[in-house]
């Protein structure tokens, strides 16, 4: 069977991920700080701080993966687009790949971002859309792709890099667009948003996982994006939450500003993906709001 590591695995992507591998055919290891995570049966925990490069190069010796997913990486709500952890994330990916590289590794699939491209008003294309980030979270992902190529070339392995757009799903951390907006409307408090007439590409985190998986265990390099290639605006959104709770009335479009150099489009465009991995999101963004709603409306509102 096929060794596989998977780090974040614990992770809102991660978790996805690893729940994902356990319909594939292979050894599955994971790693966390605490080293442990969800209780399933093939998978076999390690501890690690994958910041410190010393501990990292003796985890990958001891596993031994074939493959390897890379979810870890700093993704905290308000905090990652501008933290100076990016450049930590960076040094210790790199010393990452270079150990699986060293140690006989064979295919090595990160997750990139969207926040990598170019703000522009049509679909993302994977090589060709330009590659000029805004934030340092941006700019650290983005080198981290050119630099893991490196790391390839050198060690002879393959990588691929998923550019993950907006996920949301189970999981999804309280203080990100969905769960924020479901939270305040249950709670019956204002939903104070910026226009909403930003357009963007919302992925169910299943499907996510789902891609990146079969990327890791398909041939293909470079670099693709996971998304759906659909665009809606972060207002119809908002607006088919608060219709499901009856609560249109709690919408405050235009109270915020949005944030500088906030895109008005980011969406996949998803031809690439589809050509070479013959995949498409199994999953419609209407009928995964349902399922999101269905799981939190039973919930107790904060406070309360």
């Known amino acids: 069977m096929i060794r596989v590591l998977v780090t974040g695995a614990t992770g809102f992507i991660g978790t996805h991920c690893l729940r ?7 050894e599955i290891h994971a790693v966390s700080r605490t080293g442990g995570g969800e209780s399933h049966g093939r998978v076999s925990w390690h ?6 490069i010393a501990e990292t190069a003796a ?31 960076l040094q210790c990916s790199i010393a990452l790949a270079a150990a699986f590289g060293a140690n ?20 993302c294309i994977e090589d060709i859309t330009p590659i000029r980030p805004t934030t340092i979270y941006g700019k650290c992902k983005a080198a981290y792709w050119l630099a893991l190529q490196a790391v ?10 998923g550019r993950l757009f907006l996920p949301y799903g189970p999981g999804d951390p309280a203080q990100r667009l969905i769960p924020s907006v ?31 998986v079969r990327l890791l265990h398909s041939s293909e390099s470079g670099a693709f994006n996971v998304g759906t290639g659909q665009s809606t605006t972060i207002r119809s959104v908002v607006e088919y939450l608060a219709a499901k709770c009856g609560k249109l ?7 915020i500003q949005p944030p500088i150099n906030d895109p008005a489009v980011l969406v996949a465009d998803m031809t690439k993906v589809g050509a070479r991995l013959g995949w498409s999101p199994p999953t419609l963004t209407q009928s995964s709001l349902d399922k999101i709603w269905e799981e939190h409306k039973g919930e107790t509102p904060p406070g309360i």
């Not at 501890?47 to 410190?52: A, E, S, V, W």
């Not at 390839?152 to 890099?161: D, H, L, R, V």
């Not at 305040?184 to 990146?212: C, E, M, W």
Request: glycine share 8%.
């Open 20 to 26: 994902r591998m356990l319909h594939e055919d292979c």
């Open 47 to 52: 501890t690690c701080n994958l910041r410190n």
């Open 59 to 89: 985890l990958v010796a001891s596993v031994r993966p074939a493959r390897l997913l890379h979810c870890a990486w700093i993704a905290t709500p308000g905090l990652y687009g501008h933290s100076p952890e990016n450049f930590e994330w």
């Open 104 to 123: 006989g590794g064979e295919r090595f699939v990160a997750v990139g971002s969207s926040a990598e491209y170019e703000a522009t008003e049509v679909p």
């Open 152 to 161: 390839a070339q050198q060690y002879g392995f393959s990588a691929a890099w």
């Open 182 to 212: 479901l939270a305040s409307l249950l709670a019956d408090k204002p939903v104070q948003t910026t226009h909403g007439n930003q357009q963007r590409d919302f992925i169910y985190a299943p499907d996510a996982a789902d891609l990146l």
């Open 249 to 255: 009335n709690l919408l405050r479009f235009g109270a």
